[in-house]
């Protein structure tokens, strides 16, 4: 497989991404996987794996940033669910004129907060093929109700200041009792976990992030979907709601909810990529959008 870098969006809006050309497609048009991060993440953290592993069964994908989070395209950090929704559709645009790929099948892959705004592209377009989601954040309300009390109150007047245009931030994560948008037990080394050494990943995210994700319902988009939607979630995943998760499965067109062992942050690190993708890879054989079988791979 290669990868080459790509902008796609328009100005005040790009997003750096990688494209991934498909092996073994023997001229034939190609799927397109198109692969979003979760909060404040990077396309270098814990995404690489589940692309290469879509590409070598014949897939290209799409790997991209959120606008205002790569480097070379990094401005005053702002994160605006209708705006990322809105860089899923120029990554989808991207896909359906780049010459070799199938635009019925077009497949979108989010982690976490990435979710959302996947689910939210593909109502009303019917040539999504399918929408894959692991550790889904689909829940504001659910989340904010185990959030604590003391770091809710904290963040209200950073959040106000940041709706009314001072540009605040704060951090991503951060261990409990300390202050931030994720500082549940667990949050602060998941992070660890899955952000390289050398990632451009910033601790931090815009205060108002919080406020505007309270009303964030998008298990409620499942009677819109016209595709099938695979959701994995985690045992032991206290970050997101896991009933919103088991609502988007069982209310979506042909959905699938598959558990693991895993807490928030498991599904980008260390070997539960192959698990996760290996199940996806199926699920999309039998939806009938990978040709074939399943190459044979050093990822396999």
């Not at 929704?85 to 004129?97: C, G, Q």
């Not at 904010?144 to 245009?165: E, K």
Request: contains cysteine.
């Amino acid at each position: 497989m290669t990868r080459e870098d790509l902008r796609i969006g328009g100005p005040g809006a790009r997003c750096a991404a990688w494209l991934y050309r498909p092996t073994n497609t023997e001229g034939r048009s190609a799927l397109c996987v198109i692969i979003g991060a979760g909060l404040a993440l990077t396309r270098n953290d814990g995404l690489e794996a589940y692309a290469e592993r879509f590409a070598a069964a014949g897939a290209a994908v799409i790997v991209f940033d959120h606008r205002h989070m790569s480097p070379s395209e990094r401005g005053p950090q702002r994160l605006g669910l209708r705006g990322q929704v809105d860089d899923w559709r120029s990554a989808i645009a991207y896909a359906r004129a780049w010459g070799g790929l199938d635009p019925r099948r077009t497949v979108l892959w989010g982690y976490s907060l990435a979710a959302g705004p996947a689910l939210k592209a593909a109502v009303n377009d019917r040539q999504i093929a399918a929408v894959l989601t692991i550790s889904p954040f689909l829940d504001g309300l659910a989340r904010i109700r185990r959030s604590p009390i003391r770091n809710t109150a904290w963040i209200v007047p950073r959040a106000v200041a940041d709706l009314i245009g001072l540009r605040t931030t704060i951090p991503a994560t951060a261990p409990p009792g300390g202050h931030g948008a994720m500082v549940l037990p667990g949050e602060a080394d998941g992070f660890a976990r899955i952000v390289k050494n050398g990632s451009p990943w910033p601790n931090q995210v815009p205060a108002a992030a919080a406020v505007t994700t309270v009303a964030h319902r998008r298990q409620t988009l499942a009677r819109h979907l016209h595709c099938p939607v695979w959701v994995g979630i985690g045992d032991n995943d206290r970050s997101v709601s896991e009933t919103a998760a088991e609502q988007l499965a069982t209310r979506a067109p042909a959905g699938e909810l598959h558990r693991y062992p895993f807490d928030h942050f498991d599904p980008l690190a260390g070997t539960a990529p192959k698990l996760v993708a290996r199940d996806q890879i199926k699920f999309l054989l039998e939806q009938g959008l990978l040709d074939g079988e399943r190459p044979s791979s050093p990822l396999a």
